[in-house]
């Protein structure tokens, strides 16, 4: 998928997208390093790149 086509999606979407509860992603942020970006409150993904940081073994770390 091209990225400058790809959307931002939500806390929410990528917590049912990856079957994980939101303090999970919040650690994964902060711990080891899951790409992701805060606007204002609001913490924004592109799938494609959560989808390379998994793949990349970054979440067993």
């Known amino acids: 998928m ?3 086509l790809e959307r931002w999606v939500s806390m929410k ?3 049912a997208y990856l079957g994980i509860n939101r303090d999970t992603v919040l650690s ?3 711990k080891r390093g899951m ?3 805060k606007v204002g ?3 924004k993904f ?3 790149e959560v989808d ?3 793949k990349a ?3 067993n770390e």
């Open 52 to 54: 390379a940081w998994m």
């Open 41 to 43: 409150r609001l913490w």
């Open 35 to 37: 790409p992701a970006v």
């Open 13 to 15: 979407e990528i917590t």
């Open 46 to 48: 592109k799938i494609s």
């Open 57 to 59: 073994g970054q979440a």
């Open 28 to 30: 994964w942020i902060e």
């Open 2 to 4: 091209d990225n400058s």
